[in-house]
T-cell receptor
Framework: SQQGEEDPQALSIQEGENATMNCSYKTSINNLQWYRQNSGRGLVHLILIRSNEREKHSGRLRVTLDTSKKSSSLLITASRAADTASYFCALRLNSGNTPLVFGKGTRLSVIA | ETGVTQTPRHLVMGMTNKKSLKCEQHLGHNAMYWYKQSAKKPLELMFVYSLEERVENNSVPSRFSPECPNSSHLFLHLHTLQPEDSALYLC??????????????FGSGTQLSVL
């Protein structure tokens, strides 16, 4: 399939700890995007990393991309209870103008 | 607030009803999307409109009928739905549709329950 696969499916950590989520994929991509979704709400774009980039930062977020391993990771440092949400990776494929393809997401719970 | 507004937030309908979901974006974008989100499944793209023309239709059953009267408004007309159609329906918009660097802006969704 063309979608990314997030790992783990669910993650529970204590406030202040770091949270790491991974996304693996099988096809060639132009870019990879991470989105966050609070329960029952819409998705919010977090960060976009292009295929020629290896690492990007945004506040407490750090995203890496390894195109040779076809994988990406999202690190949230010093997590807060408000970071509790589902996190999705979305792939922009190289095959023409195609829509984003989303994975099933990682459910993160940050316990205060 | 993302600039994409969906109504209603919740909808309960019987299998013989006809209803419509509405989406409005205030971002000046030219592309709008309908996604379906079911439990434990990836987000499913249903329809894409770019400059008011449908450019993507992912084999969605005909009981779902989209309408895009202008670049700011998108509707999803529902009729004769099945219980398995119960899901969160998300509308999204982007600047110019299917461009490689596009990011999506989502509404809060309509939680649909079909009885």
């Amino acid at each position: 399939s063309q979608q990314g696969e997030e790992d783990p499916q669910a993650l529970s950590i204590q406030e202040g700890e770091n949270a790491t989520m991974n996304c693996s994929y099988k096809t060639s991509i132009n870019n990879l995007q991470w989105y966050r979704q609070n329960s029952g709400r819409g998705l919010v774009h977090l960060i976009l990393i292009r295929s020629n980039e290896r690492e990007k930062h945004s506040g407490r977020l750090r995203v890496t991309l390894d195109t040779s391993k076809k994988s990406s990771s999202l690190l949230i440092t010093a997590s807060r209870a408000a970071d509790t949400a589902s996190y999705f990776c979305a792939l922009r494929l190289n095959s023409g103008n195609t829509p984003l393809v989303f994975g099933k997401g990682t459910r993160l719970s940050v316990i205060a | 607030e993302t600039g994409v507004t969906q109504t209603p937030r919740h909808l309960v309908m019987g299998m013989t009803n006809k209803k419509s979901l509405k989406c409005e974006q205030h971002l000046g974008h030219n592309a709008m999307y309908w996604y379906k989100q079911s439990a434990k499944k990836p987000l499913e793209l249903m329809f894409v409109y770019s400059l008011e023309e449908r450019v993507e239709n992912n084999s969605v059953p005909s009981r779902f009928s989209p309408e895009c009267p202008n670049s700011s408004h998108l509707f999803l007309h529902l009729h004769t739905l099945q219980p398995e159609d119960s899901a969160l329906y998300l509308c999204a918009s982007s600047h110019s549709g299917l461009s490689q660097s596009e990011k999506l802006f989502f509404g809060s969704g309509t939680q649909l329950s079909v009885l």
